[in-house]
């Protein structure tokens, strides 16, 4: 077991050794190491989604619950004296399998409601009259709003917990963050079944202006927009645009391509999410 342990150790050592070499010596702190891996991808040792989840769980170690969590006003809540008719409405609307449950303070989780405990009382005509909230309800998992993403990671993982309830420095709800939520930060956007148009790719926003998501497949924007850009080299819109710019583009930064105007309006450091494309008379 060692030998294969040695092996595979020297696997990946080898493999960083490359990248090492070819980029002319070591890093000697986080950044220089990030230079080095951009370099690598340029040089096409490795994709460009490898690179996009390498700097995600850099980031991560940097970002805080609340840089991520969904706040308070925009949480769905389930009230704990609610009856099925009441509870039913809330899950199927919003497509959400957690639901914390507040008591009639409003501002304090007594639990959490898992839609899946409810497929009991589906089966049954007399169901209504038989629900218990209090019989169902899963205690809460919190966390304080300060904690770092990579550790709040490691205990979703090790506790198997999906949802957190955010804390703030007072100990009062101040939101929400899912696994979900983590893992984007590293592998970008997630869609699931539940996603809506709201959610798609590309929104008209007028007749000659889209919103588009960098994540956009070039092909899908092609047919959209009746361009021709080539997808030999990325797979993306966004891929396409900021190697056309030569470095990550800021929001509000343009720029033309084949009679389109990009124009960023989301981005961070690492990675743009959002652009808003116009047609050039």
Do not use: W
């Not at 342990?5 to 986080?30: C, L, W, Y």
């Not at 490898?50 to 308070?72: H, K, N, S, W, Y």
């Not at 198997?160 to 893992?183: F, K, P, Q, S």
């Amino acid at each position: 077991m060692s030998d294969d342990k040695t092996e595979s150790n020297g696997g990946s050592r080898s493999f960083m050794d490359r990248i090492v070499h070819a980029m002319g010596g070591e890093p000697r702190d986080q950044e220089e190491l990030l230079e080095l891996l951009r370099d690598a991808q340029a040089r096409e040792l490795f994709d460009e989604d490898t690179l996009q989840m390498v700097e995600g769980a850099f980031q991560v170690v940097e970002m805080r619950v609340r840089d991520i969590m969904i706040p308070r006003a925009q949480m769905v809540v389930v009230d704990h004296d609610a009856n099925l008719e009441e509870v039913l409405p809330v899950i199927t609307e919003s497509g959400h399998s957690r639901f914390p449950v507040i008591d009639e303070d409003k501002d304090n989780v007594i639990g959490v409601l898992l839609a899946k405990d409810l497929l009991k009382y589906s089966s049954d005509v007399n169901s209504a009259t038989e629900f218990d909230m209090a019989a169902i309800l899963r205690p809460a998992t919190v966390t304080p709003e300060t904690k770092r993403l990579n550790v709040l990671l490691k205990e979703f993982r090790a506790k198997r917990n999906h949802m957190a309830i955010v804390l703030d420095e007072y100990g009062g709800v101040a939101g929400l963050v899912t696994i979900e939520d983590v893992l984007e930060e590293i592998v970008g956007e997630i869609d699931d079944e539940h996603d809506t148009e709201e959610d798609a790719h590309v929104k008209r926003l007028s007749d000659d202006q889209y919103s588009v998501k960098a994540l956009t497949p070039i092909e899908d924007f092609n047919e959209l927009m009746g361009t021709s850009f080539s997808d030999d080299e990325f797979d993306t819109i966004g891929g396409l645009v900021m190697q056309h710019i030569g470095r990550m583009p800021k929001e509000g930064e343009t720029t033309i391509l084949e009679g389109c105007e990009f124009r960023i309006v989301d981005a961070d450091s690492r990675r743009v999410r959002v652009m808003v494309v116009s047609r050039q008379s």
